[in-house]
């Protein structure tokens, strides 16, 4: 081979020296122009959570005035000092914590087991009861029946009243029957051959490998639970019983009347730094929607990498 020749077939590669194989520069343009738009979107998402944070801990003269929108001007913590100690605020947290544990592991496994038997041919009137549970998404009986039926099971000032009526959620259904779909059938087939019974198949073979779509229900339960707070508005009239976010929906609407009182009870506050740390109703309110938001921005990181692959595996197929 010549000199000539060999320059030939190394020139080319020269010309993509320093990018991969196969990427142009329109590949590379398109990728950081991708990549810019989707940075500037998460903060713009982010952006109100970060406004809520550095407004509760800053000086609550600034803050009620709308001037903290960057950083936090006067770094305290006083407000959460003051809002833990709101009378209630620990059972409510308590009962939120418990209704969101027992909700979401009810909620998972019903889900998985029912989304599991709809699958199963040999099951009696499967399509009937699959239809039945559907439906349920587009009708319901109305507020007042339903509050006349959970009265007369007895669920009215109940805990129970948390969990049970959220056990059955027929779209949480919808998606783990596709997933189960489309895991190979040679695992019941295969079990079934060992002797085991469809309840034994079910927790040994095929709950054991739902993790995704298992993580993508439990995600939806928890931030239902966790957010939820008509079902105590409706249904509970017993203080012990009061959720988090009831507790501080009644907080919200007070903001003004708490941030007078604890005002009053500061005494003759007047100096710079007494203001900076005397509750607002913006004050009140910011720090408030910190504690409910934060849990569930928490659990989200956790189930991430589940999260997709589970809710595309388990996507709704005509």
Known sequence: ??????????????????????????????????????????????????????????????????????????????????????????????????????????????????????????????SFWYRFTIITMYFSAGLIPVFIIMRALGLTNNFWVYVLPFLVQPFNIILVKTYVEAMPRSLQEAAEVDGANIVQIFFRIYLQNMTPILATVAIFSAVMQWNMFQDTLIYITDQSLYTLQYQLYMFLNQASSLAQAAQNAGGNLGSIAAAATQQTATSIRMTISVIVVLPIIFIYPLFQRFFVKGIMLGAVKG
């Open 1 to 126: 081979m010549t000199v000539t020749e060999t320059a030939t077939l190394v020139a080319p590669g020269r010309q993509h020296e320093g990018r991969p194989a196969g990427r142009t520069a329109g590949d590379l343009a398109f990728r950081i122009l991708n990549y810019t738009v989707f940075a500037v979107l998460a903060l713009l998402c982010a952006y109100p959570f970060y406004y809520l944070i550095i407004n509760s801990v800053s000086a609550n003269d600034v803050s009620a005035l709308g001037d903290v929108r960057l950083f936090p001007v006067g770094f305290h913590l006083e407000n959460y000092a003051e809002i833990f100690q709101l009378q209630g605020l620990t059972n409510a947290t308590a009962v939120t914590v418990g209704r969101t544990v027992l909700g979401t592991a009810g909620t998972v496994l019903v889900s998985a087991f029912l989304g599991f038997m709809f699958t199963q041919e040999r099951m009696w009137g499967r």
